[in-house]
């Protein structure tokens, strides 16, 4: 499709490389070969009189400022005319064979999504799931829906797009089972104390840590930083550390990792999780029946 001379096709292409800011991974990105994307860039530069991307000694490829100002316009385009094709099909998810991919922390792997997968291996044996590993760019790629479901806590979550919370869960402090440096319960002083492991993706940690540095300041001895929140809980064992973890969580490694629980010497705020969608994606009918299937868990949670 054509309009005013632009082959409107190569808005599929433009948008991959200025998200990949590389003509290989774009290729990839679009399935196709790197010539062909290599081309379409050509093509593309022509009809913009600009360069688009250049190579820069040791930064690898940059978009040029003209590129930069299409970045969310040619997104926003191709949305809408996804959310348009979408909201024309029926979709039947014991015959679809659709691929989707939610970003969520292993903590929300083991309480909601391993529930998911054996649902969907029922009602929709076909279709595809791709999890991915939460990132400090999750805001960022559901904004561009270059996710389809973001499972996050409420702290997290863009304000610019839909949101629903989905459950609460309690932090409770836990240690190794014959740790004897702490009894049921322990003081701050001595919280403060004790060795600690803590959970910290690409620096950024979790919610209730983050509570707990902003109303009592860094103080504590960090001693074991862990990417997962299932390592932090691993890590105890053996160990006279101290850990805070979801309650759900804990239950399900506290007897494999002989683990108990402590009373920590402040209460802690439960953490609200919730799923985050693109407005765009609001009405897709894929869409539609796979937030109804996390729904539908997450209230027997």
Known sequence: MRFHDFDLNLLVYLDALL??????????????????????????RGFFRDDLLVHVAGRGMIITPLALSLVDPVREILLQAQAVASATIDFDPSKS?????IMASDYVYDILIRRLLL????????????VRRVTVGAAEEIKRADLDLLITPL???????????????????????????????LSLKRYLEMGHVCRSMDGQTAEFDRWFLAHHGPKRRVEVVAPDFGMVLRALEGTNRIAMVHLRQFRMYAKAFSLRMVKPPVDFPTVTESMQWHQHQEHDPGLVWLRNCVRSIAGKI
Do not use: D
Not at 28 to 44: D, G, H, K, N
Not at 158 to 179: D, G, H, M, T, Y
């Open 19 to 44: 998200a990949e800011k590389s003509v290989s991974k774009a290729a990839e990105r679009v399935s196709i070969t790197q010539p062909a994307m290599s081309e379409a860039l050509a093509r593309l």
């Open 97 to 101: 064979h659709r691929k989707f991919r």
């Open 119 to 130: 649902q969907l291996s029922l009602e929709a044996p076909e279709v595809r799931i791709e």
């Open 155 to 185: 702290g997290y979550v863009s304000k610019e797009l839909p949101c629903e919370p989905l459950w609460e869960e309690s932090i409770v402090c836990a240690v190794w089972s014959r740790n004897k440096q702490v009894g049921k319960e």
